[in-house]
């Protein structure tokens, strides 16, 4: 017969029954005191149940998968909120945030999901999600060409309500529809506009946040420096977005765009030479997008190019611009098509000839796939040697793309202290790495990540340096990550993605976010270090003592029927 296990053996099964059953009590718990705090909190007559979600709810894995675009962040063992707020109301997102900080949770805030590194609905540390996307109204007034736009809206909808105004006015903002407002503009935002009108920010003209302390502010309310912060500085290090205002710009009735594509046998390397002294300082109207990636074809590796452009005007002006300022390029006018700046809109979304504007309405992402990006700004054209060294690299990696997109026009016209987006005049371009795959598992993860790692290094001479620049809005871990919210932690990453308005940036954080409740792995730093987790070092967090004190004498019985006492 098998001797009886004895207590000390049973004790590692224990621990794991232990820990099973506290985080069920606990959650349990957590949420019961979140709802009644909620309750208590909001200005609201609805239901807040229906509004919180836990894991027990049924719904919960459709709620907090419906706006995950990266794959890479939808796995089993990808850490999941506690609970999912989807507030109705102003506020219930003022009490969420009032609630959150007082049960001691991380809150994480979601607006469209497309943070290339999931830090909007994903924490290695216990958080609840603030899932934004019922606020998404856009009010529109034609007589002074201003939009108040809910942060939960997307750029698609955003589009689609301006053209149901007007034929003659847009937004300078990004290509891809299913993107959020708040994430976006908030992180800076640009689009095929950007040389002829700057960056999305640029535009915004009054603004509503809620505070850590619950506070619903305007412009006026918040004033200039936190104004300032959340126009290209990231919201969620300061509070949560609830809108922003912004100005309306005149597009032509009829715009034209058109795509080329190049091999190294039809004069890639001479194209990519020359685009990078025309793109960036052509007619202001002309954005000029270019791809590079390796293919194979006939099964010979090689390198293609994709110019995608839009040009502000019509084909008669933009083929003779382009033949006496880009002959290399070889445009003709069979290349070229007119249409209204939203079905422009859908062209860049990569919508077919006829698609009713209406898609722009629909919110899924139907191609969700594993993905990392990064980013870097080039300041000096790169020579042909070093772009015929640098194609044979990319032909042997196989895999990761680069897509170039110009600046010049009225990038150069704004300071770079203006907002605290800094990549400004002086930069020719801003490059994307890019690498997608469809293998799941950490090796494929692995082996994808180094690839794009790997030719971001190669790029090392050809960029920005004494201080390698990135893009917010293509966050990027490997620049580096906060652990323990302190300024030298932050300033590593925060000075590549805002240069020398990081400092201006954590000022205005310490003024309005001294406890750092609003943080995440690249948030913004108080200058002085109050965040919980370090003042109370090695204690149990309150949220966790108040969830263990409602649950303990639950899980003790559990406990000691386990090891026979009762």
């Known amino acids: 017969m098998t001797?009886?296990?004895?207590?000390?053996s049973l004790l590692p099964l224990l621990l794991v029954a232990f820990n099973i059953c506290f985080s069920l009590a606990a959650s349990n718990s957590i949420y019961e005191s979140f709802v009644q705090c909620l309750k208590t909190r909001s200005n609201s007559s609805d239901n807040i149940s229906d509004i919180v979600y836990s894991h027990s709810n049924a719904t919960y894995e459709t709620v907090l998968e419906q706006y995950i675009r990266n794959a890479r962040f939808n796995t089993s063992s990808t850490p999941k909120p506690v609970i999912i707020i989807t507030p109705l109301t102003e506020s219930h997102v003022s009490a969420a945030v009032i609630c959150s900080n007082n049960i001691g949770f991380q809150l994480r805030i979601w607006s469209g999901g497309h943070d290339f590194e999931?830090?909007?609905?994903?924490?290695?540390?216990?958080?609840f999600i603030l899932d934004m996307f019922n606020l998404r109204s856009i009010s529109i007034n034609m007589a002074d060409q201003s939009v108040w736009v809910q942060s939960g809206a997307t750029l698609g909808e955003l589009y689609y309500r301006i053209w149901e105004k007007s034929r003659v006015y847009g937004f300078p903002a990004g290509v891809c529809p299913t993107v959020g407002v708040g994430g976006h503009i908030s992180g800076a935002g640009y689009g095929n506009m950007v040389r002829k009108y700057g960056?999305?920010?640029?535009?915004?003209?009054?603004?509503?946040?809620?505070?850590v302390n619950g506070n619903i502010l305007d412009r006026k309310a918040m004033?200039?420096?936190?104004?300032?912060?959340?126009?290209?500085?990231?919201?969620?290090?300061?509070?949560?977005?609830l809108a922003f205002n912004i100005k309306l710009v005149e597009v032509p009735e009829m715009v034209t765009v058109f795509k080329l594509e190049r091999t190294l046998e039809q004069n890639a390397t001479d194209v990519v030479y020359k685009w990078q002294s025309v793109a960036p300082t052509t007619d202001d109207n002309l954005f000029m997008r270019m791809l590079v990636q390796p293919v194979t074809l006939n099964k010979q590796k090689t390198i293609k190019i994709s110019i995608m452009a839009l040009y502000l005007g019509d084909v008669n002006s933009v083929v003779p611009l382009l033949a006496e300022d880009f002959p290399e390029l070889g445009l003709v006018t069979e290349d070229c098509f007119e249409m209204s700046w939203i079905e422009s809109a859908l062209w860049w979304a990569s919508f077919g000839k006829g698609t009713s504007p209406t898609v722009l309405l629909d919110r899924e992402s139907y191609h969700v796939k594993f993905m990392k990006r990064k980013s870097d700004y080039v300041k000096t054209p790169i020579s042909k040697d070093g772009l015929q060294w640098l194609r044979k690299k990319m032909i042997e990696l196989e895999e990761p793309g680069l897509v170039?997109?110009?600046?010049?026009?009225?990038?150069?016209?704004?300071?770079?202290?203006e907002t605290p987006f800094p990549h400004r005049a002086g930069n020719l371009f801003k490059i994307q790495y890019s690498i997608n795959w469809k293998d799941m598992g950490i090796e494929a993860d692995k082996r994808s990540r180094n690839l794009v790692n790997?030719?971001?290094?190669?790029?090392?001479?050809?960029?920005?340096?004494?201080?390698?620049?990135?893009?917010?809005?293509?966050?990027?871990?490997?620049?580096?990550i906060t652990k323990n919210w302190s300024y030298q932690e932050g300033k590593v990453y925060g000075e590549s993605y805002f240069?020398?308005?990081?400092?201006?940036?954590?000022?205005?954080?310490?003024?309005?976010?001294?406890p750092n409740f609003f943080r995440n792995e690249q948030s913004i730093p108080p200058r002085t270090i109050k965040a919980w987790n370090e003042k109370n070092e090695g204690s149990i967090p309150p949220s966790t003592s108040k969830a263990w004190n409602k649950s303990k004498p639950y899980v003790m019985i559990i406990l000691f029927m386990a090891i026979g006492i009762i």
């Open 454 to 480: 790997r030719l971001h290094s190669y790029m090392t001479s050809f960029v920005s340096k004494n201080r390698r620049s990135a893009y917010l809005n293509y966050r990027d871990l490997d620049i580096g």
């Open 499 to 514: 240069n020398g308005n990081f400092e201006r940036l954590v000022d205005v954080k310490t003024a309005v976010d001294p």
């Open 223 to 241: 004033g200039e420096d936190l104004f300032w912060a959340i126009r290209g500085g990231g919201g969620a290090s300061f509070g949560v977005i």
């Open 199 to 211: 960056l999305s920010v640029d535009y915004v003209v009054d603004a509503k946040i809620v505070d």
């Open 3 to 8: 001797p009886p296990l004895s207590t000390p």
């Open 118 to 127: 999931g830090v909007s609905y994903v924490s290695d540390q216990p958080f």
């Open 404 to 417: 170039f997109n110009p600046y010049g026009g009225k990038m150069n016209e704004i300071k770079e202290t």
